[in-house]
Nanobody, 123 residues
């Protein structure tokens, strides 16, 4: 059974930074593409970014490109989301997810999900 646990969320002022972490446990971490999604109040969950299992190719939503960076440490079974220049519209619950599909950008492509961590950006 795969389990994902996000951490690192919180309250930050606009222009600030946060780093989210997602700890993976279960089957071989390196075999999974990892992604981050977010859901703002009253909105549907949306794709943020993904990193493939090999060789670590990344893909970003246009709304976060140039501000967010996804990375993974396979030795620690952890994926990170570095978020810089945060905006109030980045406020959402951020979810980590695991997929067996290379470069997965749709929710249905992900098999396992974390519980989410709240990120709030004040103006």
């Amino acid at each position: 059974q795969v389990q994902l646990a996000e951490s690192g969320g919180g309250l930050v002022q606009a222009g600030g930074s946060l780093r989210l972490s997602c700890q993976y446990s279960g089957r071989t971490f390196v075999s999974y593409t990892m992604g981050w999604f977010r859901q703002a109040p009253g909105k549907e969950r949306e794709f943020v970014t993904t990193i493939s299992w090999m060789p670590g190719n990344t893909y970003y939503a246009d709304s976060v490109k140039g501000r967010f960076t996804i990375s993974r440490d396979n030795a620690k079974d952890t994926v990170y989301l570095q978020m810089n220049t945060l905006r109030p519209e980045d406020t959402a619950v951020y979810y980590c997810a695991a997929s067996t599909t290379n470069i997965a950008t749709y929710e249905y492509e992900y098999d396992f999900w974390g519980q989410g961590t709240q990120v709030t950006v004040s103006s």
